[in-house]
């Protein structure tokens, strides 16, 4: 069964930094590229970043691009969020999602439970 | 304000069927596959259509998917009270520098 559990979230100040994780289990995790997805409350999905299978090739949201850090540890089974000079539009739901392709992002199959960033003063 | 946009909400009543439009345009569903999610109030997101019409295993027929020109339309029949979540589309967008993926504002379905 494919699961994927985050971690990591948080209460932070504007301007601090967080590192979410995400832990895969129920597949080959490096035959899948991984995505971050945002809910802030009570809006819609956002999607944050997302990452090739072999960890080589990376995208991002402009809304996060030079602030926000996506890799992955194949051979410790866990992808990762680093999230820096945090906003209050950064408060949001995280969620971790698998793309069924080594690398272009065609969909997200599985989604973890997410994990709640909280900025603010 | 989102690249793709859905009707805020939609309303039928049991048993009876509910259409929801995502419009884009030629730099995303134009040429692009488009999948659908469903979140059901207080859970996470789950894939209920991928590549237009297809459904993911454990996904029933009442679910279907469809696409024509840069607009798509997710059809669900013999609405159940179950099925009262908010559904998203989504489709990769090569507007944007280097692209990106990006989802519709979201369609809140109350089932009467």
């Known amino acids: 069964e494919v699961q994927l559990l985050e971690s990591g979230g948080g209460l932070v100040q504007p301007g601090e930094s967080l590192r979410l994780s995400c832990a895969p289990s129920?597949?080959?995790?490096?035959?899948?590229?991984m995505s971050w997805v945002r809910q802030a409350p009570g809006k819609g999905l956002e999607w944050v970043s997302g990452?090739?299978?072999?960890?080589?090739?990376?995208s991002y949201a402009d809304s996060v691009k030079g602030r926000f850090t996506i890799s992955r540890d194949n051979s410790k089974k866990t992808l990762s969020l680093q999230m820096n000079s945090l906003r209050a539009e950064d408060t949001a739901v995280y969620y971790c999602?698998?793309?069924?392709?080594?690398?272009?992002?065609?969909?997200?199959?599985?989604w973890g439970q997410g994990t709640l960033v909280t900025v603010s003063s | 304000q989102s690249v793709l946009t859905q009707p805020p909400s939609v309303s039928a009543a049991p048993g009876q069927k509910v259409t929801i439009s995502c419009s884009g345009s030629s730099s995303n569903i134009g040429n692009r596959y488009v999948s659908w999610y469903q979140q059901l109030p207080g859970t996470a997101p789950k894939l209920l259509i991928y590549?237009?019409?297809k459904r993911p295993s454990g996904i029933p027929d009442r679910f279907s998917g469809s696409k024509s020109g840069t607009s798509a339309t997710l059809g669900i029949t013999g609405l159940q009270t179950g099925d009262e979540a908010d559904y998203y589309c989504?489709?990769?967008?090569?507007?944007?520098?280097?692209?990106?993926?990006?989802f519709g504002g979201g369609t809140k379905l109350t089932v009467l």
């Open positions: 999602a698998r793309i069924p392709a080594m690398t272009t992002v065609t969909r997200f199959d599985y």
């Open positions: 989504g489709t990769w967008d090569s507007s944007l520098s280097g692209g990106n993926w990006v």
């Open positions: 129920g597949f080959t995790f490096s035959n899948y590229a």
């Open positions: 990452i090739s299978g072999s960890g080589g090739s990376a």
């Open positions: 590549d237009n019409d």
